[in-house]
């Protein structure tokens, strides 16, 4: 291929794959090496994820052979544990993968899932950006309380795929998720936050930026009752006649 070059190694590199793999590098020219995935990588070599001098070993192995070798930029694809409440600031295994980063390192965090659309209507899928570290500190002044930013993908049912980033603090919530809240609004008037939160698709923080936004002085799309300890939201003219636009004859735009 001109443009790539895909490597998927099944044993470890040492030896002659050492070898035949520093010869690939120093050969071509390379702008950009992608390592996907962490964990997968470490264990080929026969390495600990959870042990930080294993991970240690490995960035000096493969990321800075390749970036010395090569004269590439180096993307490492790494995971997060999948519970929340025990998600750090760095991927799955020893906190050295994050030590040892020597430029910078982001978390993307699903706010909206992508999939293949049932019928003619596209899908919406939106990817937050958050910067966890800058060592050189030439990102942090282009974000906003750490956000770079977001991917907005839209699938459509001929299979084309699009996908816009969206700077931080350039777009208000997804279209999908408020069309998805004024929706249910109007259906069950006078619905709590936790109701709400329940039925619709998506984290908790955006759907309750999403309300904050509907609520502003500016749309006035939804109004907010307190009732005991509750909020209760319903929807108002202005809410009906934007969810109406968004929705003519029933069907999502």
Request: glycine content about 8%; some cysteine; charged content about 25%.
């Amino acid at each position: 291929m001109r443009w790539a070059r895909l490597r998927a190694p099944r044993r470890a590199l040492e030896g002659n794959a050492a070898r035949d793999f520093d010869a690939l590098l120093e050969g071509r020219q390379f702008s950009l090496a992608v390592v996907d995935g962490v964990t997968e990588a470490m264990t080929t070599q026969g390495m600990e994820i959870i042990s930080n001098s294993d991970v240690a070993a490995w960035i000096r192995m493969l990321p800075k052979r390749v970036a010395r070798l090569a004269d590439a930029a180096v993307v490492c694809i790494d995971h997060v544990t999948k519970a929340s409440e025990s998600r750090g600031r760095y991927a799955i295994g020893g906190q050295h993968k994050l030590a040892g980063t020597t430029g910078a390192a982001y978390k993307f965090t699903m706010v909206q899932p992508l999939y293949r659309p049932v019928g003619a209507e596209p899908v919406l899928g939106v990817v937050d950006i958050t910067v966890i570290k800058d060592r050189p500190a030439f990102l942090r002044r282009h974000t906003l309380n750490d956000q770079a930013g977001s991917l907005h993908f839209e699938a459509c049912a001929d299979g084309s795929l699009t996908a816009q980033f969206v700077p931080p603090g350039e777009s208000g919530p997804a279209a999908q998720l408020v069309t998805e809240i004024l929706d249910f609004v109007a259906v069950y008037d006078g619905v709590s936050f936790r109701r709400i939160d329940d039925e619709i698709d998506g984290r908790s923080e955006r759907i309750r930026q999403a309300l904050k936004w509907m609520l502003s002085a500016e749309r006035q799309w939804l109004q907010v009752e307190k009732s005991g300890r509750s909020h209760l939201h319903s929807i108002t003219t202005a809410g009906r006649n934007e969810l109406a636009e968004r929705k003519p004859n029933g069907r999502d735009t």
